[in-house]
């Protein structure tokens, strides 16, 4: 089975400051896809960035990246620059051969003036 | 863009009534999915549906949960007897073809209250 860990249920960081959110999952396939997703107060669920297990390149998505440790099995974010609208709660999320995906906790993130 | 619509966005029914909660995939998605998120906890997953039938679920998915995709466009999620520990936070999603490295599109969500 697939878990998802989250350690940090609540982080602060300061406007235009830079921020990192833990993950580390545990699993037994080989093909995987990682993700994280964003839930503001209005409890959307929306996809920041995604990760495929196979690839080594740590994926982007402009202020948003993430440091894939396979061995480690841990996928954090990184969020830079950040912005008022970044306050939100955060998920990791994985998913294998299932097809579904698997939550985190998540962590809650507040952005400061 | 398109995007998943879930109706109604916020339900309050009475202890053990029945429930229809409805979504309305993107259009040439073919992978299924129904999370519920009790308020504060993390999102759990229900169930997938593909191809007209459920290809897994979970052990919250238990006889009183239904699903169904009646027309070819809405998917439906159905509680028979609701219960209090069914408030939670209901969200729908989809997925395109290659179901494990596509995004899964998420619904804004049904708030269900049980009273």
């Known amino acids: 089975a697939q878990t998802v860990t989250q350690s940090q249920p609540e982080m602060s960081v300061q406007e235009a400051e830079t921020v990192t959110l833990s993950c580390t999952y545990d699993?037994?396939?080989?093909?995987?896809?990682l993700f994280w997703y964003k839930q503001p107060p209005s409890r959307q669920m929306i996809l920041v960035i995604r990760q495929e297990a196979y690839k080594q390149q740590n994926a982007t998505e402009n202020r948003f990246s993430v440091n894939f440790q396979k061995a480690a099995k841990s996928f954090s974010l990184k969020i830079s620059d950040s912005q008022l609208g970044d306050t939100a709660m955060y998920f990791c999320a994985h998913t294998g051969t299932a097809s579904k995906l698997t939550f985190g906790t998540g962590t809650r993130l507040q952005v400061t003036l | 863009e398109p995007e998943v619509t879930q109706t109604p966005s916020h339900q309050v029914t009475q202890m053990g009534q029945e429930v229809i909660l409805r979504c309305v995939p993107i259009s040439n998605h073919l992978y299924f999915y129904w999370y519920r998120q009790i308020l504060g906890q993390k999102v759990e997953f229900l169930v997938s549906f593909y191809n007209n039938e459920i290809s897994e679920k979970s052990e919250i998915f238990d006889d009183q949960f239904s699903v169904e995709r009646p027309d070819g466009s809405n998917f439906t999620l159905k509680i028979r007897s609701t219960k209090l520990e069914d408030s939670a936070m209901y969200f729908c999603a989809s997925r395109g073809y290659r179901a494990q490295n596509t995004e899964a599109f998420f619904g804004q969500g049904t708030r269900l209250t049980v009273v």
């Open positions: 699993t037994s396939e080989n093909n995987y896809y």
